[in-house]
T-cell receptor, first 111, second 113 residues
């Protein structure tokens, strides 16, 4: 089965503290992994994808195929990082293209 | 460009009715995907269309159907509505299909009574 899990529903950290949002996936093959973010009253938007290997807004994520993880990290959290974060994978199944989103983690950065 | 637009914003239906949701992609985008997001959960993939052809389908019953028009806009149809169909329905567009970056619309909130 293709699945994405995010163990934390809510993560609270203080401004300036490091952040790690966990994501694990199950997929037989080589999926593409993404992190999407939804700020308050805004649309869901792409934050980063593993193939681009970019750092966006100070966030990075490394695909660990051995542990089937794609954790999102930022060394110093900012208050404006407070948002809902979804890990997602893109792959293929019997019916063609497939996308699977995790349940999301709400990040709250405290002043 | 206003980005991806969806209509209507909100909709209230009763069990057994059918509903049509509409989506206009970003200009130049040829692919549209539909998602269902139940409160407290992540979006669940329903369909992806590219160049008017279905390119992917999630685990949804046949009551759910969609199509894409020559101008790349799309409709999602749900027949014989159930209470459990109450959700936010999201549309996302991308330049081409596959796993290209998706740009999401604001969603249509469907309530089934």
């Amino acid at each position: 089965a293709q699945r994405v899990t995010q163990p934390e529903k809510l993560l609270s950290v203080f401004k300036g503290a490091p952040v790690e949002l966990k994501c694990n996936y199950s997929y037989s093959g080589s999926p593409e992994l993404f992190w999407y973010v939804q700020y308050s009253r805004q649309r869901l938007q792409l934050l980063l994808r593993h193939i681009s290997r970019e750092s966006i807004k100070g966030f990075t994520a490394d695909l660990n195929k051995g542990e089937t993880s794609f954790h999102l990290k930022k060394p110093f959290a900012q208050e404006e990082d407070s948002a809902m974060y979804y890990c997602a994978l893109s792959g293929y199944r019997n019916y063609g293209q497939n996308f699977v989103f995790g349940p999301g983690t709400r990040l709250s950065v405290l002043p | 460009d206003a980005g991806v637009t969806q209509s209507p914003t909100h909709l209230i239906k009763t069990r057994g009715q059918h509903v049509t949701l509409r989506c206009s992609p970003i200009s130049g985008h040829k692919s549209v995907s539909w998602y269902q997001q139940v409160l407290g959960q992540g979006p669940q993939f329903i369909f992806q269309y590219y160049e008017k052809e279905e390119r992917g389908r999630g685990n949804f019953p046949d009551r759910f159907s969609a199509r894409q028009f020559p101008n790349y806009s799309s409709e999602l149809n749900v027949n014989a509505l159930l209470l459990g169909d109450s959700a936010l329905y999201l549309c996302a567009s991308s330049l081409i299909g596959g796993n290209n970056e998706q740009f999401f619309g604001p969603g249509t909130r469907l309530t089934v009574l």
